[in-house]
């Protein structure tokens, strides 16, 4: 090792080749780009089968980190392409993604940069449409207390809690005739 970063180097592109009957049937091929700071992969071009045109998407991500409170890897947002672009005309979804800063759900986040890490509100892109979002909100201890979508605010189901049985004290006799 030469002391310089980064020191574990993840995988740039992965070949699949999967085999039918005796040879192969299809490769794919996926290639990855990583912020070189956090290890987070930015941007995925998947070529699809490569004996195939048109099956090819992109991925691109863009992430908050705050290294201060070691909350790391929070997508900011995550579009995905058709073919191997990112331009703006070839955008098939895309969803943005805050954190915190709510109690309940009635009011959307506008926080992208985590400061507990809840994730309170998506929102998903339709183009040409209403964007529609799902809101969340946690209590003290980081349980979801409720959800909202479009629909209005579902309940949050709490799992039963366990039963136990009563304990029950009893003396056996010392000495029986």
């Known amino acids: 090792m030469n002391g310089q970063a980064p020191w574990y180097t993840p995988s740039s592109q992965v070949l699949t080749k999967t085999y039918a009957n005796g040879g192969v049937a299809k490769t794919t091929q996926a290639n990855f780009i990583y912020d070189h700071t956090y ?37 900011k ?9 990112t331009a703006a005309i070839d955008r098939m979804a895309e969803t943005t993604f805050f954190y915190d800063g709510v109690t309940n759900c009635t009011t959307g986040s506008t926080v992208q940069v985590p400061t507990i890490g809840h994730l309170t509100r998506t929102v998903n892109w339709v183009n040409g449409g209403t964007n529609p979002e799902t809101r969340m909100a946690y209590d003290l201890y980081g349980n979801r207390t409720c959800t909202w979508t479009a629909s209005g605010i579902l309940p949050v189901v709490s ?19």
């Open 39 to 75: 290890g987070n992969v930015v941007r995925e071009d998947h070529h699809g089968d490569l004996g195939v045109t048109g099956d090819e998407k992109t991925i691109e991500r863009d992430f908050a980190n705050d290294i201060n409170i070691w909350l790391l890897g929070f997508p």
């Open 77 to 85: 947002r995550e579009t995905i392409y058709k073919g191997i672009s």
């Open 159 to 177: 799992p039963p809690r366990p039963t136990i049985a009563p304990i029950v004290y009893s003396q056996w006799p010392r000495r029986t005739r």
